[in-house]
């Protein structure tokens, strides 16, 4: 069972009416993305491949563009990961290209488990954007973020993987159940890209078990970089429109140790609003 390709399938399905919208926010929203979009308009007969290969280039660039979202990712967020994890050629630029390219209308059963791991990517960079200067230990570079270099690495990648799965599921149950219409979504993406039995399995029992948010919690003491990655993934996974959204959100926030500051850069990295 491929727990990359899973959170694939998830990212593609869009867990929530707000999901693509988010990220396309953390990745520089609408004019960034129609710049991409035009810029990989020669690419269409490639398929998500080749739009990741050449959003992949795009984003080792040299140079900088203005502030926040991607022109953020390339010239700040990445940079400074970049130079801490010991050049920018180990930065996982692959999947952040498969992730936008999942955005753009590639994707499919060859890229999903690239889309999966951009989206680690992009929550890695999130986190450590937001915990760079807020006061906080950030002890190492958030998983996902740098493409692993040894099987321990890539094992450790898979297990945070699927706790980032596990919270996005979790989410969705906040405001009292998952609905048929939210389970049918995914588990036709998942069919798509092609998920085995046990993967489709898998998917089902976590979708149906109750919340585990204290669980959650449990597994990320110590590691404030993977609970930021858990906090962004949250806010990609549900529209937190509902008392009781606002309530788990709040609830995680503190049960994981972040502080508003945190919490905060990450809501205006996404482009959510608490009311």
Known sequence: MNIGELLGAVVQAGMSPSSGERIRNSLGGGNMMDSLSGMLGGLSQKGGG????????????????????????RSGMLGDAGRAGG?????????????????????GRSVGGAVGGGLMALLGAMAFNALKGSGQQMPQIPTGLLEPQTDAEAAELERDSELVLRAM???????????????NRLTGKLQEIGADAEARQYMMTRLQQPMETQTLIAEVQGRPELAAQIYGATLMAIEVDTPSERAYLDQLATGMGLSPQVTGRIQELVGYQPT
């Open 50 to 73: 080749g739009r990741s290969e050449a959003l992949s280039s795009m984003l080792g660039g040299s140079g900088t563009q203005g502030s926040g979202g991607l022109a953020a990712v």
């Open 87 to 107: 050049g920018k050629q180990n930065l996982a630029l692959g999947g952040l290209g498969a992730l936008v390219g999942a955005l753009l209308g590639g994707g």
């Open 169 to 183: 599921v979790n989410a969705a149950k906040a405001d009292g159940r998952i609905d048929d219409r939210e389970i």
